[in-house]
Nanobody, 114 residues
Framework: QVQLVESGGGLVQAGGSLRLSCAAS????????MGWYRQAPGKQRELVAR???????TYADSVKGRFTISRDSAKNTVYLQMNTLKPEDTAVYYC????????WGRGTQVTVSS
């Protein structure tokens, strides 16, 4: 089992920045990919960004150039630096770890005011 704990969400004005963190514990050796997903009210959960154990990153088109995902393997932590935030980035952001199984954090709310 893998446990994921997110932190760093909050309320920010449009154009501002936030940094999300996700700390993994448990059977972290089994994790190949870590990522961030988000779900806005009334919408499906969508991929924001993910990073493999080798450092390959993938981003949703809507966040390219604004968000950066990074991973500290020694700390089993993945980060999401979010810059130039827009009201449409408002959502609950979930950390995901994928390896033998799929694991999810409880989510952290990000609200961007216009």
């Amino acid at each position: 089992q893998v446990q994921l704990v997110e932190s760093g969400g909050g309320l920010v004005q449009a154009g501002g920045s936030l940094r999300l963190s996700c700390a993994a514990s448990g059977s972290t050796f089994s994790i190949n990919v870590m990522g961030w997903y988000r779900q806005a009210p009334g919408k499906q959960r969508e991929l924001v960004a993910r990073i493999t154990s080798g450092g390959t990153t993938t981003y949703a088109d809507s966040v390219k150039g604004r968000f950066t995902i990074s991973r500290d393997s020694a700390k089993n932590t993945v980060y999401l630096q979010m810059n130039t935030l827009k009201p449409e980035d408002t959502a609950v952001y979930y950390c995901n770890a994928f390896g033998i199984s799929d694991f999810w954090g409880r989510g952290t709310q990000v609200t961007v005011s216009s």
